[in-house]
């Protein structure tokens, strides 16, 4: 899932660079965070805001843009509810994650309320196809509830 299609073949991207859309006066852009599997996670907000403020000032470098092999973008705080969308052309794959909501999910064999998130994964599938997708969204669940489980 790391990886995109250039000059006619699957390329591997750095692991741990992650596309971020931004939303700026000028259109959405989405910079890149590095290491965002070796940042602590206060660093890692610290590193998002830091470049989310650039975005929108409009002062981003090229190699603030430069490779990410996805890109995670959120609906924020808007009253939509979902989001489609595709990959940009330079990166394999897109994650939008949608509003939460309340939803109905099963614990201990009963049904109760609880907070639910819809994962929308648009894939380029020169790079990847539905099963390593598939794979990948089963991965994210994880980490999401349990982000302890993934170290």
Do not use: Y
Request: hydrophobic share 40%; charged share 25%.
């Amino acid at each position: 899932m790391n990886a995109v299609w250039e000059a006619g073949e699957v390329r591997r991207r750095k692991p741990d660079r992650l596309g971020l859309a931004v939303a700026t006066d000028r259109g959405v852009v989405a910079p890149v965070l590095a290491e965002v599997e070796r940042l602590p996670l206060v660093q890692l907000v610290t590193r998002r805001a830091e470049l989310a403020g650039k975005a929108r000032q409009s002062r981003l470098t090229f190699a603030d843009l430069e490779g990410g092999g996805g890109t995670l973008t959120t609906l924020g705080c808007t009253a939509s509810t979902v989001l489609k969308v595709s990959s940009a052309p330079d990166r394999a794959s897109c994650l939008p994650l949608e509003n939460c909501a309340t939803g109905l999910g099963l614990k201990d064999a009963s049904l109760v309320v609880r907070p639910t998130v819809i994962l929308n994964l648009s894939v380029d599938h020169r790079v990847a196809d539905g099963a390593t997708a598939a794979i990948f969204l089963e991965t994210d669940r994880r980490a999401h509830r349990n982000p302890g489980s993934l170290e």
